[in-house]
């Protein structure tokens, strides 16, 4: 099975920050890495898809990049309404997908 | 608008059996796949199973596999989820998910990626005596 690790699990950022979060398979994955954001009581809500691509709507201060084992979301400048959780998800094997741990976002 | 909306939660004794439902709208339901996804109180995501948009393929979790079945009836649109000998681990709210996809080609190699979306507002399965 592939793993999927998150760093760091947790970050205090203030508006206006550069955020960055790392996610690190356990094999080459190629590009077939998303990324999802939640809120809390919320479903999750895909941000990025096949690691670089923006979902439709999607903010573009919210960037990805990687392939094979390391992936990186970026937001640009933190906005108030982006405190929240991010997780990474690998799609490469069409009988098992695995999210991350999890990145939470919170105010400094 | 594209709509997944869950049903069938509620409070079971460990052992028992409970049935989730997803209905599905704004959408030809028949031409995707289809997830669950669930999420223990507190904790992260985790994929649950999933099933081929013709129910030709079912791959599940190996915490689940052999006490849980995805089903689906496409003629009514409605994606299941039947549990079965639960456990106190297995309560968590419980997300059905669509399959969204798309092909990218490059240099005559072509490759399709899917990613979960839209997601229902999930279902609350608790397991306790």
């Known amino acids: 099975d592939i793993q999927m690790t998150q760093s760091p699990s947790s970050l205090s950022a203030s508006i206006g920050d550069r955020v960055t979060i790392t996610c690190r398979a356990s094999?080459?994955?190629?590009?077939?890495l998303n990324w999802y954001q939640q809120k809390p009581g919320k479903a999750p809500r895909i941000l990025i898809y096949a690691a670089s691509n923006l979902e439709s709507g999607v903010p573009s201060r919210f960037s990805g990049s990687g392939s094979g084992t390391d992936f990186t979301l970026t937001i640009s400048s933190l906005q108030p309404e982006d405190f929240a959780t991010y997780y990474c998800q690998q799609g490469f094997n069409t009988w098992g997908f695995t999210f991350g741990p999890g990145t939470k976002v919170d105010v400094k | 608008q594209v709509q997944l909306v869950e049903s069938g939660g509620g409070v079971v004794q460990p052992g028992r059996s409970l049935r989730l439902s997803c209905a599905a709208s704004g959408f030809s339901f028949s031409n995707y796949a289809m997830h669950w996804v669930r999420q223990a109180p507190g904790k992260g995501l985790e994929w649950v199973a999933v099933?081929?948009?013709?129910?030709?393929?079912?791959y599940y979790a190996d915490s689940v596999k052999g006490r849980f079945t995805i089903s689906r009836d496409n003629s009514k649109n409605t994606l299941y989820l039947q549990m079965n000998s639960l456990r106190g681990d297995d309560t968590a709210v419980y997300y059905c998910a669509r399959a969204d996809r798309r092909r990218f080609c490059s240099g005559g190699d072509c490759f399709d990626y899917n990613w979960f979306d839209p997601w229902g507002q999930g279902a609350l399965v608790t397991v306790s005596s």
């Open positions: 094999q080459s994955i190629g590009s077939y």
């Open positions: 099933i081929w948009f013709d129910e030709t393929d079912k």
